[in-house]
């Protein structure tokens, strides 16, 4: 049953949404239902929390690997707690201070790092060993250099013709990816209505 009783709410639950959308009777239900949702949704951060706290003070404890950081985040996480519920997050208190002072210029460098590692793919993605790479690095250079003044600078076209680039070709080649990911979406869903799909409790 415990495995049989979580995949009965989930299907009822996913099917009860989607007569939602056929039935215009089921809305107030669904409503009341989303409500209970966002609450149930308050609670599993809760637990998230109370997870966090159960994993590294056991590290804490023990003085296993990188202990240390574990009281870091420990210690900030009851900070940024304490200041958010009894001082507020408005611009000038306590917790917007450390947001925009800590964690905003963290957040800052690890975008710089993944831009870094992004510009490390793209140059081994520009490689040019076909004509499809040939004309996805040709294309690139094309779009990069249409985004900045130089591009308008060589040929005033070059702007627009960028725009047309991304407008056309690539949002076409976007739309059909987003095409795939929304029927693999649609697909993945129904395995876990039907009970196909059974690793969000934990099984491989």
Do not use: H
Not at 171 to 186: E, N, Q, W
């Amino acid at each position: 049953m415990r495995r049989e009783v979580p995949v009965i709410i989930c299907f009822l639950a996913g099917a009860f949404f989607i007569g939602n959308y056929f039935s215009p009777k089921l809305q107030p239900v669904a409503q009341v239902v989303n409500q209970w949702a966002i609450i149930c949704i308050a609670f599993a951060y809760v637990l998230g929390v109370a997870n966090i706290f159960r994993i590294n003070y056991q590290v804490i404890t023990r003085k296993g690997k990188d202990w240390i950081y574990k009281i870091v985040l420990i210690v900030g996480l009851i900070l940024m707690i304490y200041l958010g519920i009894f001082r507020g997050v408005k611009e000038g208190t306590a917790f917007n201070w450390v947001f925009m002072n800590a964690i905003y210029p963290m957040q800052a460098t690890m975008f710089a790092l993944l831009a870094f590692y992004i510009a490390s793919a793209a140059f081994r993605a520009f490689r040019i060993r076909s004509w499809e790479a040939a004309l996805l690095g040709i294309t690139a250079v094309l779009v990069m250099i249409g985004r900045v003044p130089l591009g308008e600078a060589v040929w005033k076209e070059f702007p627009p013709f960028t725009e047309w680039i991304m407008n056309v070709p690539q949002l076409a080649a976007k739309r059909a990816i987003m095409i795939g990911a929304a029927l693999g979406a649609i697909s993945t869903g129904l395995k876990v209505l039907i009970g196909l799909e059974k690793t969000y409790m934990g099984g491989e």
